[in-house]
Each structure stands twice: as C-alpha cells, then as structure tokens.
C-alpha cells in the first residue's frame, strides 16, 4: 500500500484484452492508458488474462523483454472470465511481479471480464482496485444482452470497487441502470500523440475518411448510401480504413450505387498509414449505431479533421458545433446533408479542431484525471482499513 504522503504510482492493469503483437489493435485503447500514465510518470505493468481454446503453448507466458506485460490464459472454448483457473492464474501473476519487486499501489481492471480476477489480487495483495467499462454490450439495445451469471458477477465486483469508470456518458447511464452502481467516473480513452496536429489537407476533390471494423455496428452501407447522395451536391471521395466480414458486401452496395470509382477500401492499416490518411481528409465520418466510446472519431478530431457522427452514444460527449456535426436522424440523407454541409462550410480551423482534442483526449489530459481518482481511491482504501483495524481492536477488547 501507497504511503499517506504521496498518490499511487504503481498500477497493476488487469485486461482481457491487449495487443499481442506489432500491428495487433485489439485492445490498443488499454495499451495506450498504459503509455499516457507511463508518460506521466506511473510504473504500469499489465495482466493481460484471456481464455483461449489453443491448447498449445504454456498456459502462462513469462514476463516480456519490457517486463512490463505478463499473459495468463485459461483452457476453455468460452468466455467464462470468473472461472478459477483464470483467476488463479492472474492472482499468481501479480505475486509473481511482487516477487520481481514491483508492488501495485492500485489494480485497475479493464472491462467487466476482468473484474472478478482483479478484486481477487485486491485482497490479495491488500490494494484497492477499480474498473474501467468499455464494452456495448451494457447499452446496445438492439444487441444481446449480458448473461444473467455476467450481470450478477458484474454487481458484485463493481460495488466492491474503490472506483468505477465509463468511458462516455452513455455507458455510465447503462451501467447505473443495469448493476445499480451510481458513483461513476467518465474518463476518456486517450488518443496516441502521433495523430495531433498532423493535418496537411490541399485537396482539389474533398476526402471522406472513415475507420474502423467492417461489421453491422460501424453501418458503412448507412454512409456508402449518405455517400452517394453527397457526391450529387459536390465532387468527393470516399476512403474506409479497417477490415471485416462485411468487405464483400459493402464492395457489393458500392457497385450498386454507382459510386466504386470513388469509394476506396484499404483493408486494415498500420497506425502511421492511418495517420496519413487521416491528415489529407476534410472530414471524417462516424456512422455507427452504437459506439461506448468513438477512440477513432478522437483521432481524426486530434489530426484537426471536422468529424460528422451519427447519435451512436460516445460521441455525444465530444462532437460539439465547434468541431463538428452531431446527426439526429439515422437515414442517408441525413447524414449527406450533415457532409455537405462541412464540406462546404468548414467548422473551425484544423489547428483549433486539433487544440481542443488534445485538452480533451491527450494522454497527459487523460493521465492527470486518472491519478485524481486513484488518490482517491487509495484515500478511501486507507479510511477502509483504518476502519477495520479499529473494529477489530474493538472486538478484541469487547469482554463479550
């Protein structure tokens, strides 16, 4: 535990998500927390626990040449993230970094999966612990809902928690809604420095720019509709960045809108390409139905690209007049309106877009609001266990 005299400085991140390799973007949102409380000057070492049917390879990876990730992973074809093994596995993995010295003043769980494991190496190790909420599946009403075990083990941890985060306000309505849990922090996620300010623009036909996972949620076939209507009004084109099972379908749509000449579909790209693409649009495009959070809406605001965004959750947070249009009704012409009307007006100078995400979305920014709450947090563990020592001393000079 933390002296009185100064704030946690040690975390101990638990996840089942993280990038396994150079290029991997899963969970790229937690590693890049890591690096901002790194930068800010927080020793960070990272749990990264996942189940996994691959029965090949231990079960348990060593420490890496950062010493700074460990990987536990539990046998099972499902994602049952309180199952003992799992759990086991991350409780000997913290002991195991407390052996090679390093000792967490706090354990921040990231998501719901990784609570349960994290409130074990709470006790353990006698820290307090918290968690930040990332997934949709706690507000995407037209998705399925969370198991009933989930939910009940989600309560659980969560009230037990020194603190709670959402990444967006949305999130945290859900959250109270669905486990009861009211004092709720919204942080951001934090943006990588490599994307502010980078913007160059100089198009004589105006740039789309999209990103993100080719799947129902991010609705391309919305913005390849919205797309079409827009290139009526004014000469542009249009570029997708991300990869997915949808690929073959949306080519199709494309096609049948009469629009594949101006609509390009890069497949998944290193972060420095979409950097690079990101610094020739005019704007960028959200046309999700259900978004916890929007990290690549961030980083186009953070580029210094005006963003159009659909009513999809996260955004709402962010997307203001000055740096954007928020729609309110999911049709194409909505959305074609919205980009013409950026296209054509512009709403703000990129250098002023980009200024007002890195107050907003900067790994500083984001660091700064984490460390309040972890001194609270620890604040609150102390006055728990000041508490606790005085009841036992109670109870041990109680004649009864």
Known sequence: MHGADRPPRTVLFVTPWYPGRVGDISGIFVADQAEALRAAGFDVRVVHAYVSADRSGPATSAVGGSARVHRVIARGRREAFDQ?????????????LRRQGFRPDVVHAHT????A????????LRVPFGVTEHSSE????????????????????????????????????????????????????AVDPAFFGRHVGGNEVAHVVTTGSLVREKDFALLLRSFAIARRRIDCRLTIIGEGALEAELIRIARELGIEDFVTFTGQRP????????????VYVCSSSIETFGVAVCEALAVGVPVVATRCGGPEDFVTEAVGVLVDDRNPASLADAVVRVLASPVNSHDT???????????PAVAAHLAVIYDRAGAISARGNSAARRETREAEADPR
């Not at 494991?117 to 353990?124: I, M, Q």
């Open 84 to 96: 003992p093994r799992l759990v086991i596995g991350v409780c000997r993995a913290a002991l195991e």
């Open 112 to 115: 719901d999966k990784a609570a």
């Open 138 to 189: 706690w507000v995407d009403a037209e998705g399925v809902p969370p198991a009933r075990r989930r939910v009940m083990l989600a309560r659980r941890s969560f009230r037990a928690a020194a603190f709670v985060i959402a990444v967006s306000t949305r999130l945290a309505s859900g959250l109270r809604s669905t486990l009861g849990v009211q004092s709720i922090d919204v942080v951001p996620n």
């Open 271 to 282: 972060r420095s390409e979409v950097v690079a693409t990101l610094a020739t649009a005019d």
């Open 117 to 124: 494991a994290a409130w074990a190496v709470s006790r353990l």
């Open 353 to 363: 877009i980009a200024e007002y995400a890195w107050r907003t979305f900067s790994p």
